[in-house]
């Protein structure tokens, strides 16, 4: 049984770029579209409407929404639900079903939209699947002939497969080419040790090492995809400044997810935080397999 897109809608102009981000990326991939709405009952004074009354709202709007994707993409497949439940885990029970978990994102400076704050990263950092998050004012013209998939790599050749296997999915279901970014910078003296400084020597410095470790963590993927073009781009310099430089080249980037809980709940690595924050284009963060 084939897993479906899911985007999840709010009435926002932000969550309506998500909702038709979805639905081309279903038609891409042959899957079926699943509409969410994350809903609770507001019993305030400055809200009219009992609880049916703001439940009837909810379902026209989504109606709405999914009208204008329906005639868009008459062949697509699609379905919808109110949930009534807290955002974050009604979302991470939508993405525990879903091949991918389609957002809206505000501007350039946090993760907002469909989600405030620090309860979108908690969605992103407690889901099993993917989640993109994407920009109001993406475009179907955004993914044109020219623009890239940029994928992200750090750590060993075993490293991030689940991002890339990600990225080679969506480059061929687009028909893209897909640039593979590795950032490297010198670490402090008191890092090196014997073994490392042996397998810098043999590699021939800081960059051939890392551009080895890149070529053989894409060797895999290349061969699964011999259709997809690939850059290869080692550059010195920090991950998260790489990636974004690149970004405005991209039609999308995608970052693998690293998160850790602390005192205030769950958070996800910087990288992916950082790219999150300032890309202008959709990003895709991807739970390790």
């Keep these: 049984m084939?897993?479906?897109?899911?985007?999840?809608?709010?009435?926002?102009?932000?969550?309506?770029?998500?909702?038709?981000?979805?639905?081309?990326?279903?038609?891409?991939?042959?899957?079926?579209?699943?509409?969410?709405?994350?809903?609770?009952?507001?019993?305030?004074?400055?809200?009219?409407?009992?609880?049916?009354?703001?439940?009837?709202?909810?379902?026209?709007?989504?109606?709405?929404?999914?009208?204008?994707?329906?005639?868009?993409?008459?062949?697509?497949?699609?379905?919808?639900?109110?949930?009534?439940?807290?955002?974050?885990?009604?979302?991470?029970?939508?993405a525990a079903e879903a091949e991918l978990l389609v957002l809206g994102s505000r501007g350039h400076g946090r993760v907002l939209g469909f989600l405030l704050g620090s309860v979108g990263q908690q969605v992103i950092a407690e889901t099993a699947a993917p989640v993109v998050l994407v920009r109001s004012g993406n475009r179907a013209s955004d993914e044109a002939e020219g623009r890239q998939i940029v994928v992200g790599h750090e750590g060993g050749p075993e490293d991030g497969a689940a991002a890339l296997r990600f990225a080679f999915e969506t480059a061929a279901a687009r028909g893209a080419a897909l640039r593979a970014v590795r950032a490297w910078t010198l670490p402090p003296v008191f890092a090196y040790s014997p073994a490392s400084l042996k397998l810098l020597d043999e590699a021939g410095g800081p960059?051939?090492?890392?551009?080895?470790?890149?070529?053989?963590?894409?060797?895999?993927?290349?061969?699964?995809?011999?259709?997809?073009?690939?850059?290869?781009?080692?550059?010195?310099?920090?991950?998260?400044?790489?990636l974004l430089d690149v970004s405005a080249r991209a039609q999308l980037v995608v970052v693998g997810r690293r998160a850790r809980r602390t005192a205030v709940g769950a958070r996800i690595g910087s990288v992916a935080h950082g790219v999150l924050h300032h890309a202008p284009c959709p990003v895709a963060v991807v739970p390790p397999a």
């Excluded at 479906?4 to 770029?17: F, N």
């Excluded at 551009?211 to 991950?239: C, D, N, T, Y």
């Design 2 to 94: 084939t897993r479906p897109i899911t985007a999840g809608v709010d009435g926002t102009e932000e969550s309506h770029a998500a909702l038709a981000w979805a639905a081309r990326e279903a038609v891409r991939r042959g899957r079926d579209l699943r509409v969410v709405h994350a809903w609770r009952f507001a019993q305030h004074e400055t809200v009219d409407g009992d609880r049916e009354t703001q439940g009837r709202w909810v379902r026209e709007a989504l109606e709405g929404s999914v009208r204008e994707v329906t005639e868009r993409h008459p062949g697509l497949d699609v379905t919808t639900a109110v949930m009534e439940d807290d955002a974050v885990e009604a979302l991470a029970a939508a």
């Design 207 to 242: 960059e051939p090492y890392e551009q080895k470790a890149l070529s053989e963590a894409l060797q895999p993927w290349r061969e699964r995809f011999p259709q997809v073009p690939v850059v290869e781009h080692v550059e010195m310099g920090s991950a998260g400044q790489v």
